[in-house]
């Protein structure tokens, strides 16, 4: 058989793949209807905090794992907050949503990546890191990028790593084959080589199941390529972009393939910040993401610095 002959089934054999591995986006578990509704308005950027308050204090499930977080040793809360709207005042809208998402795809970020040697928990810290640093960067778009939208961006961007960790491990042999006969592919790359698809498609694929606003689902889709999101979705996907290359930078990734991406350095065009001035960031970004990942996921877990 020839090398094109090979070629052309090995072709046939990822599209087939990919295809069962979208199909399989279909059968996640939606989001609960709360967590769906903030996701629809911290993406649409122009809300009231009333707002937050209202959608989480219908729904019970979501009341009941803001208040056990807020209320949590980690966090160092003086007196007992007993109401949403304490909450929000205690933590700020953005951190209340993310428990929210986090309590609601909870066995998603809690997912043990084995196709990226991870462990479990490391997906949901290492979203969490984003999210923190996705909303700090924003504060220097000069507005053109809003802090719970670049925080719920920073929380979903990588998504669907928890969808494709299976099948990256179903296929190690042919990723370790390719990392050595492909040693200047980007990890985007070599998933795709492998099972037909990546993890940024496979995440917007589950934005789009979870009817989440274009806003999102784009920063998911293009959080490793940002030059090619489109010029209203570009300042959101470069701040995730630079978000998630910190976040790796830190010690706080999902496993193998951390620091397995390019840096795009258009992010500079984005984020009005200095070398210096974006260490200190990622310094503060580490004091936040311990104390809030000790109260979300009920650990104490060190990160190197």
């Not at 950027?45 to 729904?59: G, L, M, P, Q």
């Not at 040697?117 to 640093?133: F, K, M, P, V, Y």
């Not at 706080?252 to 260490?279: C, F, H, I, N, R």
């Amino acid at each position: 058989m020839t090398d094109t002959n090979l070629k052309s089934q090995d072709s046939a054999a990822h599209e087939a793949l990919a295809k069962v591995i979208l199909k399989k986006v279909k059968t996640v578990q939606p989001l609960s209807p709360g967590a769906g509704q903030l996701l629809t308005l911290i993406g649409l950027a122009e809300y009231e905090i009333a707002d937050v308050v209202k959608i989480i204090e219908v729904d019970p499930g979501l009341t009941a794992n803001v208040l056990k977080t807020v209320n949590s040793a980690a966090l160092g809360v003086r007196r007992e907050v007993k109401t949403v709207v304490d909450a929000v005042a205690f933590l700020g809208e953005t951190k209340v949503v993310g428990i929210a998402l986090a309590a609601s795809a909870g066995d998603l970020f809690n997912s043990e990546l084995a196709g990226y040697q991870g462990n479990r928990g490391d997906l949901g810290r290492h979203c969490l890191w984003t999210a923190i640093a996705s909303r700090e960067l924003a504060r220097h778009t000069n507005g053109r990028v809003e802090l719970g939208v670049a925080f719920t961006a920073g929380l979903l961007h990588d998504i669907g790593k928890a969808v494709i960790s299976d099948y990256l491990a179903d296929s190690a042999a042919d990723l370790t084959r390719l990392r050595s006969e492909l040693v200047d592919s980007s990890q985007l790359e070599l998933e795709t080589e492998a099972i037909g698809t990546n993890h940024c498609e496979v995440g917007q694929a589950l934005a789009q199941r979870w009817r989440l606003p274009d806003t999102l689902s784009a920063a998911i889709e293009h959080h490793h390529l940002p030059a090619l999101a489109s010029p209203e979705f570009k300042a959101i996907a470069y701040v995730v972009h630079m978000a998630d290359m910190l976040a790796m930078m830190f010690g706080v990734g999902t496993g193998v393939d951390d620091m397995q991406y390019d840096l795009d350095p258009g992010y500079l065009e984005y984020v009005d910040l200095s070398a210096s001035g974006l260490e200190g960031l990622a310094l503060d970004v580490q004091v936040d993401f311990k104390a809030t990942a000790e109260a979300l996921f009920g650990d104490n877990q060190e990160t190197e610095e």
